[in-house]
């Protein structure tokens, strides 16, 4: 707390606000735990910005919907009822604070709302989440079944997707799922990391600790779809994952029985050792008529204080319990009446022990006082055991406190009105005044000593304080006194004084009390009444008077009796305070002093009226409610205002080099307040037609001089006739008259502003000149150069304005002229100084000539030039040129009016030169010629060199098809003229059939353009065959940027060409009867044209002993025939043929001198004598005009009609050495996976039998595995190539197995039994076994667990062999559980080894 507001206990043994941990005399089973620390935290409620028209009080008592925050602040939420056991300690939750929420424009999605609506966007965002999730966990397990496998390919699809996602949903903005760009990179980052540890670290620490929980999840989905009828394993099918997760049910071992031995009957008062309060408000409420009224005796008992008392045992038939009285210490026996009335909370009973129980008995009291069990009884009399040692419950009473004021003496201001609310008047100091000694007394009531928790609210600033230790002498007692005295209710009381230095509302409130046994009761309105709880004090502000801002504390104001002025003025005061407000203040008039006094009902316009003059001095001030002091010590001085006069005087000025009087010196000495204004008249009475000039005359001087000079002779009279002051701004009248004869002294001043700043050589000018004074005049004058001075003089002058002629100047640079003397008609001279004008004479015009080199200006044809310009002139004027061509005797004219545009136009081709070039001053020419010259015209054509001729064109040898689109068939020269570089467009006609009429319209018509230096050339298409005819259309250069047409003026520009089609064929397979033989896309070709043959040999059908070879010459006659088919073209053909086998080397099959279009390929035994994969494709065919076609790409894909060939062998299966297959007894148990090895080339078809159902499936790896997951039988039957045809198969029958059920064993009913003995009962547990015996079986007794997910420890373990019996039963009188942990019959186990 700041500024002196705090909280001072007076009266107390503490002399400040602290917090300490009281702890009381040991007695048994009570101890008080320390107090919490100080908390002091303002709040700021917002009170100062509600209406100032409602007080606090009246906020805090408003009944209203809209509570205010004070309101809030100071509302109790506790219902009207005594303390229940559950109320005690706790802590009311702080006020709430306020708090306001700015409306803020939501974020929108970059799809609008009326294309699609927010939750639907919503909606599908995170559909498409969900199912890329879903797609994203399907490979990762997929990948995760195949043993330290990885994927590059997943990791760079899945950071591609998930990229992808995360963007969309960055640039969307759907409300609710708005990504951010911190967000943004942070999910990246997280999604490299996830698709790194999934798809590419197989070992990482993420992928082990995943790995099972998604194994476990994905092998539950697909055991549920398996378990759908028909349609699940049709869906499911043989899923690895079933396998690498299939789990023997739990049923196999059933039940588990656990005996717990009952203890001996057991009572305890009050477990938690707790000391409780009760409320003594509430102690004997129960009167006469609440028997009468149904339920008011349960609502009653709710209320009532009851000690609870564990009973573990049989049910009491009598409890007796001991009270002592902590007034006299006196202890008392008492009985509990009725039992069965009581409230029980039973946790537990036991039928099987009779009427055994595990209950809490709550014993009601109306009194403090110490209480403990006496005897506890059943119905048969035997007394329960109690806790050792047990201490004593001590029931105190609740804590309880009020506020109250306090007496002050008869000069106070404080009061308490008749509504309980107290007023004072605000103290200027701390050390004394009104409740210097206390306002306001705490006074509390319980176990002492007591902690009081008090809020004050100083105009809504809240200041909470925690009041420590209160009575805390008072239970200071001998030891040989009564024990139990300490724990009486006693009385204290805690003063409070504030310093109310600042003024406002004050309120008390009491928020809680705790007593010294950490007993904290909550005071609320709705219990201990408004009035008791809280206080509330106005301190009333003392009222101030001060001096309104502007008055002139440091100068007097005037009283005048002017129409403009104020004769009385209105000191401003500035009030605080309670209207109304009293004044006292004084008037010293110098004679006396007067004490006044005025009283204000406003102080928006106090103000004192000042009409007599004085110093106004304040004294004191007093409101509605308290007595202040003037907070300005300054006065105000009022002073009377006198009329202004003034006093006039003059004095002749005598000139020096002629006599008489040029004028006077008028001197005004005035009376008054500055500044004077004084207003005359003045006349020349020699002019008796002209008017008076009025003339004013102003200063803050009371002497000022006026200096009369006048230009013109004669007499002039001054009347002065009125004279102002700033008391008298209307002015006094006032007759004064001054007259003085002037001789007015010649003069000549130079108008430099009407004559030319600068002339030519050789040229004249006239200066301007005005004359003042008597006519006639007399004028010399001087003009300066820098090489000569000379001096003029011009009499007889009888205007008073003359130009004076100057010049001719010929010489250059600046001429001045100066004013020398004037002489009047009185003979009366005057030297003149500084009265002079400069005159610039150029030294010569512009000089120009032509600016362009010996190339001279090149134009284009139909274009516009401008030849450059060299000029030397002067900035400031315009420069006039005029040229003519030496062909031409037209004059051309220009102006050049910045340095800019230093060029002039070419009228066309030809010489030009200049004519003349001037400013304002004639100037010189350079007479040399400049050239213009127009450019040509860009040409191309074809060169003829390399070229053909027939009748009516040119044309190129024919050429071949070219083997590829990049492959240039030719080039064709071109001849260029202009200046380089060209661009070149031509059009490239295109005729398919090379037989059509050249005038014909061709296929395709394509415009094409290069750009090409000199010597160029033009590429030749020869991709596809035809006729290409190239004709030039238009050419640009760097002179003529614009395309420009060629037009064949005797130039070649159309050329034709011929492309021959290259000859190109097709492998074909033909069966042995001629027919074709059309099959699947091969492992080698990458296009569904070629075709696949695939042969089916039986195992040992080529034996390694007999050698290929010959094994290769039997199957020959079966095999198909390959034959290559030429399109038409030229024949005879030659063709090459590459037979590429899936290991080994590579060969090349020549094939010559084929005559026709179709011939059969003949593959020698060396090249394909053995099983495996080849390939069969062309490598490139020839015809005889020695065009050649060639079947590659640069793609590197194998093209050209290849045929893929396979023999293969048929495929074998043995059961894997590590799987329970390999059993010479074929014999295995459900669980159990059977796993074979595949022999041959995969993928292959396998078809077996489970319990007479015939399955299919593929396998990919070469490790056949089945799990058997049910008991009967298992068959594999058939094995096959899955590529190949249907009958490359092999079939066994050796291959099945008989599928054993596991064992079973169940504890009883095969459930959890729980059973509760006393001590030497015996107890028989059965047990049941399923299966084939002899049987095996392991149990065990484990202690009992304190937690049903605790493993407790083994007591004992018993292992029981060969059982040909399918029960036995477990005899014991000992605790524990028992259960089974192994069972074993004549083929299976659980669980499994």
């Known amino acids: 707390m700041s500024g002196g507001q705090g909280l001072t206990p007076v009266g107390s043994p503490n002399r400040r606000v602290q917090r300490r941990s009281l702890a009381p005399a040991h007695s048994p089973g009570l101890e008080s735990p320390p107090f919490p620390r100080i908390s002091s935290k303002p709040i700021t409620t917002g009170a100062s910005s509600r209406a100032l028209g409602s007080s606090f009080v009246e906020r805090v008592y408003r009944n209203t919907d809209g509570a205010s925050e004070v309101q809030q602040l100071l509302a109790e939420s506790s219902p009207a009822k005594p303390l229940s056991e559950a109320d005690i300690g706790r802590v009311p939750p702080p006020p709430p604070r306020p708090s306001s929420v700015a409306a803020a424009k939501g974020p929108t ?9 927010i939750p639907s966007q919503r909606l599908y965002a995170l559909s498409v989440v969900g199912l890329l999730a879903a797609w994203k966990i399907y490979e990762t397990i997929g990948l995760s079944l195949e043993s330290g496998q990885t994927s590059l390919y997943l990791f760079i699809k899945w950071c591609i997707l998930d990229f992808a996602l995360l963007y969309a949903g960055w640039r969307l903005h759907i409300p609710k799922l708005r990504i951010t760009t911190a967000m943004l990179y942070g999910l990246l980052a997280g999604s490299v990391f996830l698709n790194l540890n999934m798809f590419l670290f197989s070992s990482s620490v ?49 039940g588990r029985h656990t005996i717990h031995i009952l203890p001996h009957s057991l009572a305890h008062m009050n477990p938690t050792g707790k000391t409780m309060c009760i409320d003594s408000r509430e102690a004997g409420q129960r009167t006469w008529y609440s028997r009468l009224v149904p339920g008011s005796s349960h609502r009653l008992q709710e209320r009532q204080l009851t000690i609870p008392m564990l009973i573990n045992g ?22 509990v009446k009725n039992i069965n009335g009581l409230r029980i909370e039973t946790v537990a009973s036991y039928p099987a022990l009779g009427n055994w129980v595990l209950a809490t008995y709550y014993l009601p009291v109306a009194e403090e006082g110490a209480y403990e069990i006496h005897s506890v009884r059943d119905s048969r009399g035997l007394e329960f055991r109690t806790v050792a040692g047990a201490q004593a419950t001590v029931v105190v009473g609740c804590p309880t406190a009020h506020l109250s004021w306090r007496e002050q003496d008869e000069n106070s201001t404080f009061a308490v009105g008749s509504d309980g609310h107290a007023s004072i008047c605000q103290r200027v100091g701390s050390s004394s005044g009104d409740g210097a000694l206390g306002l306001i007394d705490v006074v509390v009531e319980g176990f002492a000593p007591m902690d009081v928790s008090v809020v004050r609210l100083v105009n809504g600033h809240r200041e909470a304080m925690e009041l420590d230790g209160i009575g805390a002498k008072e239970t200071e007692t001998d030891a040989d006194e009564n024990q139990w005295a300490r724990f009486q209710r006693r009385t204290s009381a805690y003063t409070l004084s504030d310093a109310v230095l600042q003024a406002g509302e004050y309120v008390y409130r009491l928020e809680s009390v705790r007593d010294a046994a950490n007993h904290t009761v909550t005071l609320s309105d709705t219990t201990f009444g408004a009035s008791a709880i809280m206080a509330r004090m106005v301190v009333h502000a003392r009222p101030r008077v001060a001096w309104a801002s502007g008055l002139p504390l440091s100068s007097s104001l005037w009283l005048s009796d002017d129409r403009q002025r104020a004769s009385h003025h209105a000191l401003g005061l500035q009030l605080t305070g309670q209207a109304p407000w009293t004044v006292d203040y004084t008037i010293d008039t110098g004679a006396q002093v007067l004490h006044e006094s005025r009283t204000f009902t406003t102080a928006t316009a106090a103000a004192l009226d000042a009409r007599q003059a004085g110093v106004y001095s304040l004294v004191g001030v007093r409101d509605s409610y308290c007595a202040g002091t003037p907070v300005d010590m300054g006065r105000v001085t009022v002073e009377r205002a006198v009329r202004p006069t003034a006093n006039v005087s003059s004095t002749a000025i005598m000139a020096r080099e002629c006599g008489g009087e040029i004028g006077a010196h008028i001197t005004l000495e005035f009376t008054g307040r500055p500044p004077f204004v004084v207003t005359y008249r003045e006349r020349n009475l020699r002019n008796t037609q002209g008017r008076a000039a009025t003339r004013v005359v102003r200063t803050h001087q009371h002497r000022h001089v006026l200096a009369l000079t006048p230009s013109e002779t004669g007499t002039y009279e001054l009347e002065f006739f009125r004279v102002e002051d700033d008391n008298f701004p209307s002015g006094q009248p006032m007759f004064e008259v001054i007259r003085q004869v002037v001789h007015a002294q010649p003069s000549a001043t130079i108008y430099a502003t009407r004559m030319p700043s600068a002339v030519c050589r050789g040229d004249s000018v006239k200066v301007p000149v005005k004359l003042s004074g008597e006519a006639p005049w007399q004028l010399t004058y001087a003009v300066a150069h820098a090489d000569h001075h000379a001096t003029f003089n011009i009499t007889d002058i009888g205007d008073e304005r003359h130009s004076i002629a100057v010049g001719p100047l010929d010489d250059a640079g600046e001429h001045t002229v100066d004013l020398v003397r004037v002489t009047d008609a009185r003979g009366c001279a005057r030297e003149l100084a500084g009265n002079s004008a400069t005159v610039r004479v150029r030294a010569s015009g512009p000089r120009a000539a032509f600016g362009c080199d010996s190339s001279g200006v090149r134009l284009r044809e139909g274009g516009d030039a401008r030849i450059p310009i060299s000029l030397s002139a002067a900035a400031e004027f315009p420069v006039e040129l005029a040229y003519r061509r030496l062909d031409d005797d037209t004059v051309f004219h220009a102006t050049i009016r910045h340095a800019s545009s230093l060029s002039v136009p070419a009228h066309g081709a030809g010489q030009y030169v200049l004519v003349s070039a001037r400013d304002m001053c ?36 024919s050429t071949c098809e070219a083997a590829s689109a990049e492959t240039v068939a030719g080039l064709l020269p071109l001849g260029l003229s202009g200046a380089g570089p060209w661009r070149v467009e031509y059009f490239v006609d295109y005729w398919a059939d090379d037989t059509v009429q050249r005038d014909s319209v061709p296929d395709r018509s394509t415009l094409r353009s290069a750009l090409v230096l000199d010597p160029a050339v033009l590429p030749i298409e020869g991709r596809a065959p035809g006729r290409y005819r190239y004709r030039l259309s238009t050419v640009s250069d760097e002179r003529y940027t614009r395309p420009q047409p060629i037009a064949k003026l005797g130039d070649v520009v159309a050329v034709e060409h011929t492309v021959t089609r290259s000859p190109t064929a097709v492998l074909r397979a033909y069966s042995k009867d001629g027919k074709p033989l059309v099959g699947n896309g091969g492992l080698f070709n990458r296009r569904s044209r070629s075709q696949s043959v695939t042969h089916c040999l039986a195992p040992g059908q ?52 084929i005559p026709g279009h179709s011939h059969p390929v003949v593959l020698p035994d060396n090249v394909a004598s053995r099983i495996g994969r080849y390939h069969l494709r062309l490598l490139r065919t020839r015809d005889a005009l020695g065009c050649e076609h060639r079947y590659d790409s640069s793609a590197g894909d194998l093209v050209g009609g290849g045929i893929d060939i396979e023999y293969i062998e048929a495929p074998t299966v043995r059961p894997a050495s590590s799987s329970p297959a390999s059993r010479p007894d074929r014999s295995v148990c459900v669980g159990d996976i ?34 058997a997951d049910v008991p009967g039988n298992f068959t594999l039957s058939r094995v096959c190539h899955h590529n190949a045809a249907n ?16 064992p079973r064993i169940r504890v009883g009913r095969g459930v959890d039994v729980h059973q509760d003995i006393l001590e030497g009962d015996l107890v028989h547990i059965p047990l049941y076994l399923t299966g084939r015996p002899p049987f095996t079986f392991t149990w065990q007794r484990r202690a009992l667990a304190s937690d049903s997910n605790t493993k407790s420890k083994v007591l004992e373990s018993h292992t029981v062999k060969d059982l040909d019996a399918y029960e036995y039963t477990i005899t014991t009188s000992s605790e524990g559980t028992f259960e089974v942990t192994f069972v074993q019959d004549q083929y299976c186990q659980y669980p499994k080894a």
């Open 206 to 254: 993420l992928v082990l600790a995943l790995k099972p929980v998604g194994l476990g999840v994905a092998s539950s989905c697909l055991r549920s779809i398996k378990s759908v009828p028909l349609v699940g394993p049709w869906l499911v099918g043989d899923s690895e994952l079933l396998i690498d997760t299939f789990q023997l049910d739990d049923e196999h071992i059933l």
């Open 109 to 117: 999605s970059a799809i609008p709302a009326t294309v699609l609506d």
């Open 922 to 957: 004639p100037g010189s020419v350079d007479t040399v010629p400049c050239a213009v010259h127009v450019e040509p015209r860009p040409r191309a054509w074809f060169a003829t060199d390399s070229l053909l001729k027939s009748e009516n064109s040119w044309y190129l040898p």
């Open 1287 to 1302: 009958d490359c198969c092999s079939e066994f029958d050796d291959l099945s197995y008989a599928v054993n059920d596991i």
């Open 314 to 335: 049989t049910r009491p038939a009598s409890i007796m319990y001991a009270h002592t009285s902590f007034e006299t210490g006196v202890r008392q026996v008492r009985a």
């Open 1102 to 1153: 080529l034996a390694p002993t007999s050698g290929e070879s010959a094994a290769w010459a039997r199957a020959r006659d079966h095999l198909p025939e390959f034959r290559i088919e030429f399109s038409p073209g030229h024949p005879p053909f030659d063709a090459w043929v590459e037979v590429l086998p899936a290991s080994g080397k590579t060969e090349v099959v020549e094939v010559l001198a």
């Open 1234 to 1267: 059977l796993a074979f090895d595949l022999r041959g080339l995969g993928p292959w078809s396998i078809d077996y039998l489970y319990n007479n159902a015939r399955r299919s499936t593929t396998a990919t790896k070469r490790l056949f595995r089945r799990i």
